[in-house]
């Protein structure tokens, strides 16, 4: 009898008593699902990111090019405006909070003659080579002139802060 006992009992493999565990079971199944998120927490991020580094870089230029008009002076107004003609975030116009002159957004905006004098910034294009590269357009239209520009900056990050490195292009055309 004992021999027909000993044929019965099948040896189990040692994991399977691991399997059968209830704790053991929820780790696995939250690894899973662990492993299965990441990629997508990852490109969240990623996403959360270069929408940052697009806003500071949206930000530098336009800094740039109020610079460069301040100098020459002139304008009362200076209507901002991002890639596809939209109107910059509320985050970035607060940015130039107090500027002299004020920048608002351009949608909307309407030159007239009997207006003060405006100037339309706008940033254009950014595409990122890498985490720390990115290649900018940015330019202006002047209303009043029928004058407009546009300048091609290669951007480089260091120590967490966007700058120019240096200037691809510049061109500009006058109806005047």
């Known amino acids: 009898m004992p021999e027909a006992e000993a044929d019965k009992r099948v040896e189990k493999a040692p994991w399977t008593s691991l399997v059968g565990n209830r704790r053991f079971r929820v780790a696995l199944i939250a690894v ?8 997508l927490v990852i490109s969240y991020y ?34 901002t405006s991002i890639e596809g003609g939209r109107d910059p975030s509320g985050w970035l116009l607060s940015r130039f909070r107090g500027h002299k002159p004020p920048a608002v957004p ?58 120019v490195k240096e200037i691809m292009s510049a061109s500009s055309v006058s109806g005047i």
């Open 46 to 79: 990623r996403t959360l990111t270069r929408e940052g580094d697009k806003e500071a870089i949206r930000e530098l230029l336009l800094r740039k090019e109020m610079a460069d008009w301040d100098r020459i002076g002139g304008f009362g107004v200076y209507y």
């Open 106 to 163: 351009f949608a909307g905006a309407r030159y007239t003659p009997d207006r003060v004098s405006a100037i339309i910034l706008e940033v254009t294009k950014i595409s990122f080579v890498g985490p720390d590269g990115a290649f900018a357009s940015y330019g202006y239209h002047d209303p009043s002139s029928v004058g407009a520009g546009t300048v091609n900056v290669w951007l480089v990050r260091v120590d967490g802060r966007w700058g």
């Open 32 to 39: 899973i699902a662990f492993s299965a998120a990441l990629p």
